[in-house]
């Protein structure tokens, strides 16, 4: 469908969501990324029943765990949607984007840097 | 692989004989040639005509140069010469020379053993309804157009709103029924099942879309025929939880007001008043209609049509035509949803292999795979090939300089552009620099793996290298299709993602697809109609069948039948169909026999079977199962049906009828709905509406002079059997509608005689009928498969019935491979559509059991028994219960045959012990890092 | 199996304050099964408190290692080598495994990064519940197989105190009378007849540490 959304955003691919590890999630923070999402299928709708389920509880995780180290919870997301809803991924990605703008850069970027 | 798809064509006539036909046909010109177009969309881009887009029904519109969706198949364009100007741009513009101006009709003929007609229905055309404004008002328009209006790829981008206005409208009403159960206007009698569900869906997905929650949506329905799997709870929550309105009435008249655009719903409510309501749409709920091409198609092919040029055919064939090698499914055969167009549409696959059973296999193609090279010792060395697409790619991103930094990544050995990097050419090109260069990984950055990912993986099995050594980076959906306002920017996207599928493919292992050979015999538990039919199919298709029946005797519930709606015997039928089953060769029954024992997967399974009075075992080897455990009829506590004779059910009334007739009969009441959509059991029981209307037409039938009251709250004659309901209506049989919240009460009243009151809605009182007889529509419950599934572990419904791996898609698949599921211990349903889900059991058994050993994926997980710690914590979080406690090895163990692959296991493990392959943890974590090394 | 839970992270942060160099030992047994401290919490742990310290422009290097226990000599070491270059343990073993690892490297720092909470079962993945508190004076035997020092407030021996409220413990309505458990499993096995066993006070042992020596097995020191 070709529809705009930023740039800044990078696709990593995983059978499900339910692959999505807490490690993988804190890794992209650690190393400076300024915001990592999950996208998984619409909640009950998952290919292999619930690993979207389990995305969701990790992501929550996540977000706890980098609230304890004085980091913005709202750098983790998790979005649901459906394969046919093209519209709704770009949606998701610009207001992903718009989210990680208003918290500014993760300030952990400059010792990704000097690594 | 086998399928030959022929688009764009229309069948002229069908010459021969089953096992050998010549189908003749006449194929359109597309102008664009399917085989070198790769689906860029430069030449619609550039087309500088606008037409109507037909695909959004004539809501928005599209190039001369089309294609109709983004997921048609095959994915190449077309040009639409009704419109086309012929300016020659796309021709110029299309890089991979695939427009042909000079393209003609032309005729071919095909020759096979069988013919499937499965040429569909459309929507009805409300156009001539001028009550109901269609074409006059802005806002009406069909259901269809509605299901555009809130597809996210529909004209709106699914946003609800209006066709002029583009406002968001405040409310909504679905008008049922229009162009189906219409004899006065249309002529269309029949119901065409679906429409009461997809007013459902439509009406709630509008809520979703709507914006403050507050949309008013109002179906207004003589019936609410929610009557298929789970639809009835379906409609109950849009009724009781998201406060969808349902209105008994049929519109008669929908005007507009003038200034607002908004539309006026005239009606006259159940107690007969008249009333009117304005709505900011209205919406029809049309119905399924045959097109007059799909009919002309079938008169010439000789098959015989009903009234309403739906496919003539019989309960116990439901897909075969009149005419023999010819079958039959979908809404061509009968109006139905999804999952009864699917199912039938594998019981006509399974009819039309029957007779090519002998032939199958020998007309596919083989490839020789060469043997695989052992790299796992060696560094990688990684090939790189960046796909310009032609200018999809190459137009962005600046393809050379993505080249160029590729070729300097760490352990890149050789790094190349192509203009398509799919062709067939390229593919040779890649194949020489694999050998020349001795690469070990090849990452390819075109466009997604979904589509071509196989393909490059084939290439490299071609070269003796592990297909699981390939990577794919798409720069062309994920970068230069959506950022081409910001080629800057694309071509930095694309070094990001060609460094992240460098990285990665550093990581990446040969894996082994494993292969295990398939026992070529299936085992069908339950000697039912279903049972029957399935492992006759099976015997057809030319496989050996275990079928177990837990009684004594073949046949199941369907001995306790007497006639279909229809007029068919059952009991001569079922004779039939028993007979076959004891004379086949192929086929042992193993009666009074139950399932004690179970083991292995698809293609291998073990089962252990206790088998008559003595309960001697045996053990039965079988690649796949088919579950056909069947149902029962619900044993009332209502009704006093336990304490007096004179209250009976439905099975229990044709036993009678049978035997004694109907003469003693002065007054019959029916009450229906009982054991179905109440507090226990939700659900619809499907089939107990026909079963009112036959026996009542059978009553009529014996004695006419009997008056027969039928008690129900929707009736739901679905499909042809609407003219069974018409028809008993006319023969003056009375049905009374009542509520939920009021139903009916039966009390004895002198000499025997029985009391029946019920609230009519109409006088809006009670009514007192004295009845000789109340016969209860007692619904379907399943059998009692409690012991079955704790042996075999199949998972069941809060109702008992079998659950499919996917109500739409795979229907009569059960979760676990190779096990499938048929009849009504999938839930309730008639004769006809139980042997259609038979015969599509039989035919996804048969894509099993044809090959002679399968591959299985080598994308499972594995753990590393060393470090487990054995905590279960895989076993207890994996969804479909893979990782077992080995006993005999004292191992946790994940049996790749079962293993789904995804992953959940690999990221609960705390000893993080667990991986799943190609997905590991480091292949995972080298993109990541290798995305942000450069602080992103 | 120990149920551990893992120490809020500002408490851990805190206690390293100061060092720089710090291994985060885990231990692969009873903490890793009820996922508190196997390698996955390690890495999770080491991940967060790298991200804290370099926010506070205070980096600190965090090495690895998840050995089979932390309470088995033999198992410890292989850290004998890894520990050298660091200022501090950080051990997310049990109690008793973190002192083994003190009592190893007794001029490291040895920090708990766990609190160790009880020995209990495991009724579904993440779910403990208490069910011994290693007293030394099983009684399971009369109690229908209901530990009343475990399930009872107040560790009563001889039956239930006023506090009962319809099979309820007058703590909370979520926790049951162990004495009441206790009645109705004994009426089920028809053994009632028990409950009138009088038990005398229990000399509590937990007063200095215990050690358990296997039959057949001797102190080093003792085979000498």
């Known amino acids: 469908m070709r529809l705009d959304y930023p740039t800044n955003i990078k696709i990593i691919r995983v059978p499900c969501t339910g692959k999505v590890d807490v490690m993988h999630l804190l890794r992209a923070i650690q190393k400076g990324a300024d915001g990592v999402y999950a996208v998984g299928c619409l909640e009950g709708n998952c290919h292999y029943n619930e690993g979207n389920l389990r995305a969701r509880e990790r992501v929550d995780h996540v977000r706890i765990l980098l609230e304890e180290i004085g980091l913005e919870a709202d750098r983790v997301r998790m979005y649901n949607l459906s394969s046919g809803e093209g519209p709704t991924f770009a949606a998701y990605a610009k207001e992903m984007t718009d989210n990680i703008r208003e918290l500014g850069p993760n300030p952990l970027k400059k010792w990704a840097k000097t690594h | 692989m086998n399928i030959n798809l022929i688009t764009n064509s229309e069948v002229t006539d069908v010459e021969g004989d089953p096992g050998n036909f010549s189908v003749k046909m006449v194929n ?144 909504i009403a679905w008008l049922q029924c229009v162009g189906s159960r219409d004899t006065n206007q249309c002529g269309n009698g029949y119901c065409s099942s679906v429409c009461c569900t997809y007013a459902v869906k439509e009406a709630m997905v509008a809520k979703e879309h709507a914006h403050g929650g507050d949309l008013d949506c109002a179906i207004f329905n003589m019936d609410m025929r929610t009557f298929g799997k789970d639809y009835e709870k379906y409609y109950l929550r849009a009724k009781d939880k998201d406060g969808v309105r349902f209105i008994k009435a049929r519109v008669h008249t929908v005007t507009e007001v003038p200034e607002s655009g908004d539309i006026v719903v005239h009606y006259v409510d159940e107690a007969g008043d008249i009333k009117e309501e304005i709505f900011g749409m209205a919406v029809l709920s049309v119905g399924l209609q045959i097109t007059d091409s799909s009919a002309d198609l079938a008169k010439r092919l000789g098959i015989e049509l009903n009234q309403y040029n739906f496919v003539k055919s019989n309960p116990f064939s439901p897909v075969v035509t009149s005419r023999p090698g010819i079958y039959t499914c979908g809404v061509l055969q009968s109006p139905k949803d999804i999952p009864g167009a699917v199912t039938e549409a594998s019981a006509a696959a399974c009819l039309a292999g029957t007779e090519l059973a002998e032939a199958r296999g020998t007309d596919i193609p083989t490839v020789d795979i060469p043997e695989e090279i052992d790299v796992s010792k060696e560094e990688p060395r990684i090939g790189v090939f960046v796909c310009n697409c032609g200018i999809n790619i190459g137009g962005i991103v600046d393809v050379t300089s993505v080249q160029e930094y590729a070729a300097k990544l760490p352990y890149v050995v050789y790094a190349d552009q192509n203009l398509f990097t799919c062709s067939q050419d390229t593919q040779d090109i890649i194949k020489e620099r694999i050998i020349e260069h001795k690469l070990n990984r090849l990452v390819v950055a075109s466009c997604s793996p979904k589509t071509h990912e196989q393909m490059f993986m084939e290439t490299l099995e071609a070269c003796g290298i592990n297909k699981y050594l390939f990577e794919m980076a798409n720069i062309r959906n994920q970068d230069s299709w959506i950022h081409s306002k910001d080629p800057d920017a694309a071509t930095e996207k694309a070094k990001d993602l060609v460094r992240m599928s460098v990285a990665r493919a550093a990581y990446l292992r040969p894996l082994k697809e494993k292969i295990v050979p398939i026992n070529k015999q299936a085992l069908v538990i339950g000697g039912g109609i279903a049972g029957m039919n399935a492992a006759l199919s099976l015997d057809k298709q030319g496989f050996d069948v275990v079928l177990v029946e837990k009684e004594a005797q073949l046949g199941g519930f369907a001995r306790k039948l007497h006639h279909t709606i229809e007029g068919e015997d059952v009991q001569a039928n079922l004779e039939k169909i028993i007979e076959q089953v004891e004379a086949s060769a192929r086929i042992s029954v193993l009666t009074a026999a139950n399932i004690v024992g179970f083991e292995g997967f698809k293609g291998n399974f073990s089962t252990n079977i206790e088998v008559g009075p003595e309960k001697e075992l045996q053990t039965v080897k079988h690649g796949v199962i088919i579950v056909a455990t069947g149902a029962k009829e619900y044993a009332p506590t209502e009704f006093l049906y336990q304490e007096q004779d004179n209250v009976i059910t439905q099975v229990e009334l044709s036993d009678r009828l049978a035997e004694k007739g109907a003469a003693d009969f002065n007054n019959v009441v029916m009450i229906q709905c009982v054991g179905s959509r109440n507090d226990d059991n939700v659900e619809c029981s499907r089939i107990c509406c026909q079963s009112a209307v036959k026996n009542a037409l059978h009553i009529k039938k014996l004695n006419p002079d009997t008056q027969v009251f039928v008690l129900y709250r929707d009736i739901r004659t679905y499909g042809l059997l609407e003219d069974y309901y018409t028809e008993a209506r006319k023969q003056g049989v009375v049905f009374i509608r009542f509520n939920r919240e009021t139903p009916p009460t039966v009390s004895s009243a002198s000499d025997g005689a029985l009391l029946v009151t019920v609230k009519d809605h109409i006088l809006q009182r009670d ?7 109340v016969v209860l529509s007692a619904g379907v419950e399943a059998e ?90 895989c076993v207890r979080c994996c969804p479909f219960e893979v990782p077992s406690f080995n006993e005999e090895e004292k191992v946790i163990e994940i049996n790749e045959a079962i293993c789904h692959g995804c992953g959940v296991c690999a990221c609960v493990c705390p000893r993080q012990t667990i991986q799943l392959s190609y997905y590991e943890d480091d292949q995972i974590m080298s993109k990541i890092d290798s995305l942000l090394v450069e602080g992103m | ?213 296997q039959p057949g097995y001797k102190k080093p020191e003792q085979a000498k």
């Open chain 2, 28 to 171: 359109y010109p597309r102008y664009i040639d399917p085989v070198k177009c790769t689906g860029c969309g430069e030449c619609a881009i550039h087309c500088p005509v606008t037409a109507v887009n037909q695909y959004n029904k004539g809501l928005d519109d599209r190039r001369a140069t089309y294609i109709e969706y983004a997921q048609a198949v095959p994915l190449a364009f077309a040009i639409d010469t009704e419109t086309c100007v012929g300016c020659g741009l796309c021709e110029n513009m299309c890089i991979a020379k695939a427009i042909t101006y000079d393209d003609k009709e032309r005729e071919t003929t095909v020759k096979v053993g069988s013919v499937i007609l499965s040429a569909g229905s459309q929507g009805y055309d409300p156009s001539n309804l001028d009550i109901l404004g269609y074409g006059n008002y802005a806002y009406v328009v069909t259901s269809e157009e509605f299901e555009r209006i809130l597809s996210a790829s529909g004209p709106y981008f699914g946003h609800l709103m209006r066709p002029l206005d583009r406002e968001e409208p405040k409310s």
């Open chain 2, 767 to 773: 009514i007192e009928i004295t009845s000789d007889l």
């Open chain 2, 784 to 873: 009692d498969t409690e012991a079955l599934c704790g042996v075999m572990k199949l998972n069941r419904n809060p109702e008992g019935f079998f659950i499919e791996a996917h109500v739409k898609l795979r229907p009569v698949d059960m979760p676990g491979d190779g096990i499938f599921l048929c009849g009504t211990a999938h839930g309730p349903k008639l004769i006809s559509e139980t042997i259609a889900q038979a015969q599509a059991a039989a035919s996804r058994a048969t894509t099993f059991l044809a090959k002679s050993e399968i591959k299985l994926s080598a994308i499972t997980a594995k753990v590393d028994v060393d470090t487990c710690v054995k905590c279960l914590t």
């Open chain 3, 1 to 213: 199996m120990i149920v551990a839970e893992r120490k809020p992270f500002e408490e851990i942060k805190e206690m390293l304050k100061g060092y720089k160099k710090v291994l985060s030992v885990g231990c692969g047994t009873c903490v890793a099964v009820c996922l508190t401290g196997g390698e996955k919490e390690v890495a999770v742990l080491n991940a967060e408190l790298d991200m804290a310290r370099k926010l506070e422009e205070d980096p600190i290097e965090l090495g690895a290692a998840t050995i089979e226990r932390q309470c088995d000599r033999e198992y410890l070491e292989v850290l004998d080598e890894m520990v050298k270059p660091y200022e501090a343990l950080l051990s997310m073993a049990c109690g008793a495994g973190i002192q083994f690892l003190a009592e190893r490297y007794p001029d490291k720092p040895v920090l708990p990064a766990v609190d160790t909470t009880f020995i209990g079962v495991n009724q579904d993945v993440g779910w403990y519940e208490e069910r011994c508190r290693s007293c030394s004076a099983c009684v399971l035997a009369w109690t229908g197989g209901i530990c009343p020092v475990t399930m009872c407030a107040k560790g009563l021996y001889n039956g239930p105190c006023g506090g009962t409220d319809q099979g309820k413990c007058e703590i909370s309505q979520d926790q049951p009378c162990a004495w009441f458990e206790i009645y109705g499993r004994l009426a089920g096995q028809d053994r009632l007849d028990l409950i009138k066993r009088f038990y005398a006070i229990v000399p509590w042992k937990n007063q200095k540490p215990r050690t358990l020596i």
